[in-house]
T-cell receptor, first 112, second 113 residues
Framework: QKEVEQDPGPLSVPEGAIVSLNCTYSNSAFQYFMWYRQYSRKGPELLMYTYSSGNKEDGRFTAQVDKSSKYISLFIRDSQPSDSATYLC????????????FGTGTRLTVIP | GAGVSQTPSNKVTEKGKYVELRCDPI?????LYWYRQSLGQGPEFLIY????????DSGLPNDRFFAVRPEGSVSTLKIQRTERGDSAVYLC???????????FGPGTRLTVL
């Protein structure tokens, strides 16, 4: 079993829809949770970073962490065609951790 | 300013050959990381450097893989006796300090025929 599980999709939504992306994990030691966006043939770029349980909002993006369920989510409101990309969740045990544990990524297409 | 750059962007080689992949981190970043991303998968950690030393190489799959960072800036990932299973995108990332946000390069797409 992988330490981080993520539905690979693909996921297609109409422009303006609310998108929900999710990951589950097995290692209860994970404390830091991130969402990366990766466009085709590009490296991942950090979107959201949260510590422990709770919510964090940044513009159209909201990240949620539920450590009791080992479940994290990313919500995208008013989705735009430019949001079409692969979204990767990532986690680490502690700040200063050298390595991140990634999910497989969910490929999202927002249809105009 | 310039981001992380990786060369070559694409590398096609034959099984059994030796390859070198180069990473130029963001200027001033002390930590450098290598990941491997297979098709349809997320990146998997290979090795990271703090300065010139390989602080953790636990992700390297076997002894055919080796990486150096002799002057604490540019890093080279070296793969000996390449196998078809080594085909993947090799991503490099750097951060100002260990634990800071990692900035990724575009990757080198390695294809072993």
């Amino acid at each position: 079993q992988k330490e981080v599980e993520q539905d690979p999709g693909p996921l297609s939504v109409p422009e303006g829809a609310i998108v929900s992306l999710n990951c589950t994990y097995s290692n209860s030691a994970f404390q830091y949770f991130m969402w990366y966006r990766q466009y085709s043939r590009k490296g991942p770029e950090l979107l959201m970073y949260t510590y422990s349980s709770g919510n964090k909002e940044d513009g159209r993006f909201t990240a949620q962490v539920d450590k009791s369920s080992k479940y994290i989510s990313l919500f995208i409101r008013d989705s735009q065609p430019s949001d079409s990309a692969t979204y990767l969740c990532a986690m680490s045990v502690q700040t200063g951790a050298n390595n991140l544990f990634f999910g497989t990524g969910t490929r999202l297409t927002v249809i105009p | 300013g310039a981001g992380v750059s990786q060369t070559p962007s694409n590398k096609v080689t034959e099984k059994g050959k030796y390859v070198e992949l180069r990473c130029d981190p963001i200027s001033g970043h002390t930590a450098l990381y290598w990941y491997r991303q297979s098709l349809g998968q997320g990146p998997e950690f290979l090795i990271y450097f703090q300065g010139t030393g390989a602080a953790d190489d636990s992700g390297l799959p076997n002894d055919r893989f080796f990486a150096v960072r002799p002057e604490g800036s540019v890093s080279t990932l070296k793969i000996q006796r390449t196998e078809r299973g080594d085909s993947a995108v090799y991503l490099c990332a750097s951060s100002l300090l260990l634990g800071d946000e990692q900035f990724f390069g575009p990757g080198t797409r390695l294809t072993v025929l």
